[in-house]
């Protein structure tokens, strides 16, 4: 990399991990940036994971990695997870700190609302206080619909996790028989190929794997590669990244032929 020295451990960034700007990153001088960056860059909007910009341009996702890494360490972008209304948040004990801290609440409810529209900062903190565990983001919208207009929805959960007032809560499939595949998957699963036709055929697209991928894309609907994500480490975010498929899919597949469990952390 050209742009930084080579000093400070750099940050683990993950595939399924979404840049989101924190400076302005197309007035960085493109001399400065290696060839990867310069394809990287115009892409970072906040939406796409590292995954779904390096298959946007071509680049490996070692090094998609790597750069953003470089960025985030200069405090060029921000990293936060893949937004979807089936996620669940629940406040963290910093959220006490928006009782507090009239600056803080302030700028918070300025960072939600929605263009020419204020919002209240009070209003903004109860929306926060409200979030529990156990419900989606879907649900939770649904319930509290009246009070979020004005409210811009994926900002106010990126600020609230970044500024650490909220905790994604991840899910992570685990199978008592994890080590140990009991057989081979049935040849017709009809349920998993209704779902089929709704979302890609499970394949691996990252291409930390290419040098493996022929191998898995054989091997794709026997135990022993989805049997690698179910030790109860990995979670959904990552498995559905890795195999570019929907997790009622991956899930389906995971419990054709073994018990799985979803711990939720």
Not at 9 to 27: D, E, G, N, Y
Not at 58 to 69: G, N, T, V
Not at 164 to 190: A, D, I, M
Request: hydrophobic share 40%.
């Amino acid at each position: 990399m050209k742009l930084f020295p080579s000093s400070p451990p750099q940050v683990t960034v993950k595939q399924w991990h979404v840049p989101l700007s924190a400076a302005q990153l197309l007035s960085i001088d493109s001399d400065a940036l290696d060839m990867t960056m310069q394809r990287i860059v115009p892409h970072i909007d906040g939406v796409s994971s590292v995954a779904k910009i390096a298959k946007r341009v071509d680049a490996h996702i070692d090094l998609a990695c790597q750069a953003i890494s470089h960025l985030f360490k200069q405090g060029y972008v921000l990293l936060t997870d893949i937004f979807q209304f089936s996620s669940v948040y629940v406040p963290t004990p910093q959220i006490r700190s928006l009782l507090f801290d009239d600056k803080m609440r302030d700028d918070c409810a300025k960072l939600v609302s929605l263009k020419s529209i204020r919002m209240d900062p009070d209003l903004v903190v109860k929306l926060y206080t409200s979030m529990t565990y156990g419900q989606t983001l879907k649900n939770w919208c649904i319930d509290n619909w009246d009070s979020l207009t004005g409210i811009d929805i994926r900002r106010f959960v990126t600020v609230g996790v970044l500024r650490g007032l909220l905790h994604r809560v991840h899910k992570y499939p685990f199978s008592p028989q994890h080590g140990n595949p009991t057989k081979e998957r049935p040849p017709t699963l009809g349920a998993i190929h209704e779902e089929d036709e709704k979302f890609p055929r499970l394949t691996v697209n990252s291409s930390s794997e290419r040098d493996s991928a022929k191998q898995d894309a054989t091997s794709l609907d026997s135990d022993a590669v989805l049997d690698r994500y179910l030790d109860g480490s990995h979670c959904f975010d990552e498995i559905c990244t890795t195999f570019g498929a929907h997790e009622k899919v991956v899930l389906a597949r995971m419990r054709a032929s073994r018990d799985v469990h979803v711990i939720q952390k």
